[in-house]
């Protein structure tokens, strides 16, 4: 069972970047397509990311396609976040997740480990 830590979340302007990162425990994080979620308050975790195990075929959700990429990089066993022209709207709780075999990578419950989040806030 892979456990996972995120990190780099903080306060950022509108229009600025961030860089989060999602380290794996242990080298099992190669088996497992990795995905970042969102939370805000009040709603819903929602999808945000998604990357296979190797590293290809990244997919976003509309709203934050064409600002977010996502990477990951299997000899760190870590899975990154990068987001920029952040807006107000995508203040959030975001998490990584793992998910096994090969699933789409869209739904939560297609997912079996997750990190604890890390926050985005992103003043106007």
């Known amino acids: 069972q892979v456990q996972l830590v995120e990190s780099g979340g903080g306060l950022v302007q509108t229009g600025g970047s961030l860089r989060l990162a999602c380290k794996g425990s242990d080298s099992t994080f190669i088996w497992y397509r990795m995905g970042w979620f969102r939370q805000a308050a009040g709603k819903e975790r929602e999808f945000v990311a998604t990357i296979d195990r190797n590293g290809k075929n990244p997919y976003y959700s509309d709203s934050v396609k064409g600002r977010f990429t996502v990477a990951r990089d299997n000899d760190w066993n870590t899975v990154y976040l990068q987001l920029d022209s952040l807006l107000p709207e995508d203040t959030a709780t975001y998490y990584c997740?793992?998910?096994?075999?090969?699933?789409?990578?869209?739904?939560?419950?297609?997912?079996?480990?997750w990190g604890q989040g890390t926050q985005v806030t992103v003043s106007s």
């Open positions: 997740a793992a998910a096994r075999g090969t699933v789409p990578g869209v739904r939560r419950d297609e997912y079996s480990y």
